[in-house]
Each structure stands twice: as C-alpha cells, then as structure tokens.
T-cell receptor, first 114, second 111 residues
Framework: KAGVTQTPRYLIKTRGQQVTLSCSPI?????VSWYQQTPGQGLQFLFE???????NKGNFPGRFSGRQFSNSRSEMNVSTLELGDSALYLC?????????????FGPGTRLTVL | DAKTTQPNSMESNEEEPVHLPCNHS???????IHWYRQLPSQGPEYVIH???SNVNNRMASLAIAEDRKSSTLILHRATLRDAAVYYC????????????FGKGTKLSVKP
C-alpha cells in the first residue's frame, strides 16, 4: 500500500506570495491532518479534515486554510506569506478520526520564504 | 489533552536496551498513551500505544505504571537507525484526530 505523499517536496517563495501544498493520503483513509514544524515551535497542529469537512483547527491565523476533496486528497493554502512561515509542513492521514487511530505521516514539504 | 514530560535527550549504545521515560501525572482514565518517533529528515512515525496494560509490538514495548502517571518506551536492542526524537503523547478517547506534540526526547545511539 502506498504511503502518504506530499507535493512539492521543496518550495521557495517570497514574502507576500501565496502557496498551495498538496497531500494524498493512504488509500481508504478519510482523515487528513496538517502540521507545521519549526525549530523554535516544534510540531504544531494546523487543521484536520474528515470526509471533506474541517473538524478541528489549531491556533493559526486565517492566512492558513485548507480543504479536502471527495477522494480524500487535501490541500493547504497559505496566503500573504511571511518570513516566519518558513517551515516543514507535514500531512498525516488516518482511517478515521478516533484517538486510537494511527496517524501516518508524509515526508513533508519544506517551504522557504525569502 | 493532558501534558507529558520527557527528558530532552538520552544516549544509548548500539545493541543495548533503551528505556525512554514519560511522566503524565494529570492523565485521565480515558487518555491513551501514544508514542511516535521522528527520524532525521522524515515525518513522524507511529511506534506504539496503550491504555492500561503493557503492550508489545515488533518495534518496541510500552510499560505503563500501575497508577498510569508514567510510562516507559522500551527499545530492546537499539540500532543506529533508532536515533530519533521520541514523542510521548496522550490522546483522550473523546478527542479529535490531531496529535499534540511536546518537545520529545532526542535519542542518540553510539556504535
């Protein structure tokens, strides 16, 4: 079974631009979560989508948004990029959204904002 | 979700057992204890989880204290590939799917 894939793997943008990252979950998984990882803040939860609905959201500004499609693939968008948005963005999928469900992470998208 | 406390770093020798501690004194009766690890330049990966009883799988063992206020992840024979940051995470049975990561323990394995 193929794992979680994320595209692109690396991205360089400049301040003020916007960016869209893509995540393809494991086949059959309905939940997709997004995380941001920085050296200073560690791994922080962005949002979770389940069956095309946002179920949970972390403490991030409205510039960060996402969506999930009917095939469970998900995208996240960051508008008006700031230098502090430079980070590794990780996507994770799970079968459902229960506390006992294992989350499977992708390799991440490394975003650099200049 | 309740908080966990882990040492910032630990060292181990290759092929020796490693015991990674986690304190969670405010754990509730419905909190599952999960462990994930993140190898360098990779996304986190699931290691093991448990509720009350000790658990074993092909990767590790999880020993849970009788009062559930602490737990220990046991790697039976550390390899160089086990060098990673290990995260102990509590997940309430009623919580949504996201994980709340702390700082974790950075494990170094010496050959």
């Amino acid at each position: 079974k193929a794992g979680v894939t994320q595209t692109p793997r690396y991205l360089i943008k400049t301040r003020g631009q916007q960016v869209t990252l893509s995540c393809s979950p494991i086949s059959g998984h309905r939940s997709v979560s997004w995380y941001q990882q920085t050296p200073g803040q560690g791994l922080q939860f962005l949002f979770e989508y389940f069956s095309e609905t946002q179920r949970n959201k972390g403490n991030f500004p409205g510039r960060f948004s996402g969506r999930q499609f009917s095939n469970s693939r998900s995208e996240m968008n960051v508008s008006t990029l700031e230098l502090g948005d430079s980070a590794l963005y990780l996507c994770a999928s799970s079968k459902d959204s229960r506390a006992t469900d294992t989350q499977y992470f992708g390799p991440g998208t490394r975003l650099t904002v200049l | 979700d309740a908080k966990t406390t882990q040492p910032n770093s630990m060292e181990s020798n290759e092929e020796e057992p490693v015991h990674l501690p986690c304190n969670h004194s405010t754990i509730s009766g419905t909190d599952y204890i999960h462990w994930y690890r993140q190898l360098p330049s990779q996304g986190p990966e699931y290691v093991i989880h448990g509720l009350t009883s000790n658990v074993n799988n092909r990767m590790a063992s999880l020993a849970i204290a009788e009062d559930r206020k602490s737990s220990t992840l046991i790697l039976h024979r550390a390899t160089l590939r086990d060098a990673a940051v290990y995260y102990c995470i509590l997940r309430d049975v009623g919580s949504q799917g996201n994980l709340i990561f702390g700082k974790g323990t950075k494990l170094s394995v010496k050959p």
